[in-house]
């Protein structure tokens, strides 16, 4: 367990040790393509519905996704405009644009490659369990 890098954040632990096993750091960006497919939403809404992922292992930072929403706005990936209504500040509402439309088919067909690797990765190690190198 690592206790110095170890935070909560909606109930799930945010860790950036090694000791989780595969990091799956790579799946952020496509994950948070695919839920503003689904439906534009701001910051706290995006992190709430990251929560319920089942693929993915931990949680990202919040600030994290903040700075890769930036990120993926800059590069045309996502736009962003200003909602306001009811009580508080205005809030900052993501959507997908047609090129992150793109990019998301574009890492689909990549992790259906990798998918493909680690299946024949584990077909291959299955045949070494239990055996020692000599």
Known sequence: MCDSNEKECH???????????PRLEGLI?????????????????????????????????????YRHLRRMEEEGLVKSRLETGG???????YS???????????????????KKSIENFLTAAKNFTGKKNR
Do not use: Q, W
């Not at 109930?11 to 096993?21: A, K, L, M, T, W």
């Not at 497919?37 to 993915?56: A, Q, T, V, W």
């Not at 997908?96 to 992790?111: K, Q, R």
């Open 11 to 21: 109930g799930r632990i945010v860790c950036s040790c090694e000791e989780y096993g």
């Open 29 to 65: 960006i496509p994950s948070l393509l695919m839920l503003l497919r689904e439906k534009p939403s701001h910051g706290y809404e995006i992190m709430e519905k990251l929560n319920d992922l089942d693929f993915l292992m931990t949680l990202p930072d919040p600030g994290s996704v």
């Open 87 to 93: 009580s508080g500040p205005a809030r900052k509402v």
């Open 96 to 114: 997908l644009t047609a090129e992150g439309d793109e990019y998301l088919l574009s890492c689909n067909a990549s992790l259906k490659n990798i």
